[in-house]
């Protein structure tokens, strides 16, 4: 009996046993369950406080008679206009690749108050999955190339040569659309190139400066030439430790250094210092680990404006963050060295590809598109 005894008050504590693993089961799954959708929650959060072109502010739509002493052409993009060749026949044929993702990056150089959108810095952005390559391509905002089709605010269709820094404050000062500055930004460059533009991604002087700073400034080579502009032209110089050669700016004088204009071979050198910024950015997010990443977006994402949904922005960072420690960076502007004319048009002097077949060819091959045969 003793025996037995002991063994029937041990038998309800086992039964309590097995009742009480399934509740802790069940409570871990709903924790999980729960920091999971508060992930998710705030995850898309944090996305929806992105400024997407539709939500900008649009402005009333101004007639043609109405703006005659304005100094903007009167013509605006046509939005029923689909571009699927270039000027030159039927070539190039604008044709995707799947290993490739070319993202548009315009440098807002509008300051607070004003209407007009000026893109003070176009850099297309490629990235190629096969290659492991990140070419960053500026098209210098004075060059001269052909539009698609687009209509005035009378309805008169318009085609011709422009250059190619108007057509983000065409796009939006005609329509009061942000979107159709970003539209008619990308259809040029399809226009001309064959080179699909998948999305585009707006920032500010501010919003820069902001992402310098995050990313733990850049390191810059500055010349004794570029630090005497800056010296000249920027504030707190001489009490920040700049200097001439290696420097590690701030984001006030990266952006100082990136707008040097009115030395050396003007827009050309312009172009190359901005290359160089973000050349140094991406080599500073390379090192980042996950959580750095992730902080580092969630103070960002706020302050951009894209044409990219949730969804898009979502699958871009699952696909290229884990490719970023591995991604070789090449840089190089349009037009390319030794393929160029100036072009004079209404007083007005610009650059352009002295040869528009060449040119798109030469881009094409340097993002690792597939470049079809050309007859011409």
Not at 28 to 46: D, E, F, M, S, T
Not at 53 to 81: H, I
Not at 171 to 196: A, R
């Amino acid at each position: 009996m003793a025996k037995g005894g002991k063994y029937l008050a041990k038998k309800p504590v086992a039964k309590k046993k097995k009742k009480v693993l399934p509740i802790i089961l069940l409570v871990l799954l709903l924790i999980v369950v729960i920091c999971v959708g508060a992930g998710v929650w705030y995850y898309n959060h944090l996305l929806s406080m992105i400024t997407r072109p539709d939500s900008v502010p649009v402005r009333p739509s101004v007639s043609v008679e109405a703006t005659e002493t304005e100094t903007l052409p009167n013509e605006t993009l046509a939005p029923e206009t689909t571009v699927e060749t270039s000027p030159e026949d039927t070539w190039p044929q604008i044709v995707s690749d799947e290993n490739i993702t070319n993202i548009m990056l315009v440098g807002q150089a509008a300051r607070e108050g004003e209407t007009h959108l000026i893109s003070d810095t176009m850099i297309l952005v490629s990235i190629n999955r096969e290659q492991k390559t990140l070419t960053l391509t500026s098209l210098m905002r004075d060059m001269c190339l052909v539009w698609p089709k687009y209509i005035d605010t009378n309805g008169k269709e318009h085609s011709g040569n422009n250059r190619i820094n108007m057509a983000y404050n065409m796009g939006y000062h005609w329509t009061g659309n942000k979107q159709d500055s970003m539209d008619l930004l990308e259809s040029i460059v399809q226009h001309n190139f064959g080179v699909p533009v998948d999305r585009t991604i707006e920032i500010d002087f501010q919003i820069f400066m902001d992402i310098v700073d995050l990313l733990g400034r850049v390191e810059i080579d500055i010349s004794e030439e570029e630090y005497a502009y800056m010296l000249e032209n920027a504030n707190w110089m001489e009490d920040c430790g700049v200097h001439p050669g290696v420097n590690k700016l701030c984001g006030y004088h990266a952006l100082c250094y990136a707008r040097i204009r009115k030395i050396g071979h003007g827009d050309y050198d312009r172009t190359e210092r901005q290359r160089k910024v973000i050349t140094s950015l991406i080599g500073n997010l390379k090192e980042m680990n996950i959580l750095q990443i992730h902080k580092l977006f969630t103070q960002i994402l706020p302050k951009i404006t894209t044409d990219m949904t949730n969804q898009e922005i979502t699958n871009y960072a699952f696909e290229f963050i884990p490719m970023l420690k591995d991604l070789k960076i090449q840089s190089q502007r349009i037009p390319f060295e030794g393929n160029e004319i100036s072009v004079v048009r209404d007083g007005d002097y610009m650059i352009a590809p002295a040869n528009l077949k060449t040119t798109a060819k030469q881009l094409q091959e340097s993002i690792g598109m597939t470049v079809a045969e050309t007859t011409d």
